[in-house]
């Protein structure tokens, strides 16, 4: 990916005799300063995976992750308050407070992921992209058990707009509030919200909860508990029905008349007792 693109790839093949242990971690400056191309000096984490592959001879491959050291995190499991935007969060435990991007991509990180071990967390975002969102780029937000709390307001909770964004609650009680485009909305590209069990609450008003728009894929995909998805309240019915609001939302294809069909969207609950409302 050409700079600033924050997190550079590259494939290395070495030899089998000098297979580094995966994971390892050390320090190195921008690529390009190295090459003559930058005078940038900020310092890098390089995070090593390993995959073997059968060429002729007995190579392996390295993929190398060039992430800036102000871009990684990885908290030791206590209670966290983050409010600076990262490309790299990984967080081992603790009631933690997101106000940043958490795991959504922004102007300066065109791909971004948040992995939050356990723990009650709160992620509560004032601004638009947010939360496991891909606005022209990927954003991926895996929250694996706790009672966790979404707040947004648009572009949140797995959405996205010319890219991809993911947003995964594996357990607890959740409970999920945007404003709009939001928990499964797709605009040109393809989002999804996955939570895997308990008693969840979604909540916006308009077109979020499994929404495709023009060339978009939305899902929102609950897979146990007894669930509550609201969408409605903040705008009146364009069609002038009185006491009707308007949503698009809880599985819908919507497009833009005249110009772009709607794409495909897709709520899907798997078990449980639920409430589903919503307008228009």
């Known amino acids: 990916f050409p700079a600033p693109f924050p997190a550079r790839i590259e494939h290395q093949y070495a030899e089998r005799r000098h297979q580094r ?135 949140c909770q797995g959405a996205c707009a010319l890219g991809v964004g993911i947003v995964l609650d594996a357990r607890g009680d959740d409970s999920y509030r945007a404003h709009a485009y939001a928990q499964g909305s797709a605009l040109w590209g393809t989002a999804i919200a996955i939570d895997a069990g308990g008693n969840d609450r979604y909540e916006s008003h308009m077109l979020s909860q499994g929404v495709g728009m023009p060339y978009g894929i939305g899902v929102l995909t609950d897979l146990a508990g007894n669930d509550s998805y609201y969408s409605k309240g903040a705008y009146p019915s364009c069609y002038g029905t009185p006491g009707i609001y308007e949503a698009w939302s809880q599985g819908v294809g919507a497009g833009f008349r005249k110009y772009a069909s709607g794409g495909i969207g897709i709520l899907l609950d798997a078990g449980g007792k639920d409430r589903y409302e919503a307008g228009n």
């Open 21 to 155: 242990q995966p994971r390892e971690v050390e320090r190195a400056r921008y690529p390009g300063h190295a090459r003559g191309h930058g005078q940038r000096k900020a310092p890098f984490q390089r995070i090593y995976a390993h995959t073997e592959v059968e060429q002729g001879g007995h190579r392996h491959r390295r993929v190398m992750f060039h992430v800036p050291e102000e871009q990684l995190h990885n908290p030791s499991g206590q209670d966290d308050d983050k409010d600076e935007d990262a490309a790299v969060i990984i967080d081992l435990g603790g009631d933690d407070f997101y106000s940043n991007n958490a795991g959504a991509s922004t102007e300066k990180i065109g791909c971004a992921i948040l992995i939050d071990l356990g723990g009650d967390d709160a992620y509560e975002s004032t601004g638009d992209g947010a939360q496991g969102t891909g606005v022209l780029g990927v954003g991926i937000l895996a929250d694996m058990a706790g009672n966790d709390s979404y707040v947004g307001m648009r572009w």
